[in-house]
């Protein structure tokens, strides 16, 4: 890491050794840009070369931004479905237990039944409960970053 800042110390040194007019040039095509599409002097290049082709490149990244748009609410979507689908089979899951507990109390196991039912119990409750703290403590994070 370093290196690479003394390397950049020295080609800032070797260009304000230059005179004025070589310094800009210097400057120039140090210039950096960083984005879905190119630089507008680049653009304006491409089109010089094939006309039409920097509105063609543009509408690509447009349709390219459109695209991953769509696949991140896509994710989001199938992510709030497992979600759902996961909480449900938890919820069905942990009733069918209670009612087998239930069905061991009345067949006379009362403390097998009411230890099964009661981890159940305290486990549905503490997943639900647990999830919905989880929720706000996310909400009030994305609260603050905004």
């Not at 020295?10 to 950096?32: F, G, H, N, W, Y």
């Not at 630089?39 to 082709?53: F, Q």
């Amino acid at each position: 890491m370093q290196s690479s800042k003394v390397n950049v110390d020295e080609v800032i040194d070797s260009v304000k050794k230059l005179p004025r007019e070589e310094q800009e040039m210097a400057i120039s095509k140090l210039e950096m840009y960083s984005g879905p599409i190119p630089h507008p002097d680049i653009l304006e290049k491409y089109d010089e070369l094939d006309p039409g082709a920097a509105k063609l490149i543009i509408e690509n990244g447009v349709k390219e931004s459109e695209h991953r748009r769509k696949l991140e609410v896509q994710a989001m979507n199938y992510t709030a479905k497992d979600s759902k689908r996961r909480e449900w089979m938890g919820f069905f899951l942990g009733i069918i237990i209670i009612l087998v507990g239930a069905l061991l109390i009345y067949l006379g196991h009362t403390i097998t039944g009411t230890v099964l039912s009661g981890i159940s119990a305290v486990s549905l409750v503490s997943l639900f409960v647990g999830n919905s703290s989880e929720e706000d403590k996310s909400e009030k994070k994305e609260d603050k970053n905004s």
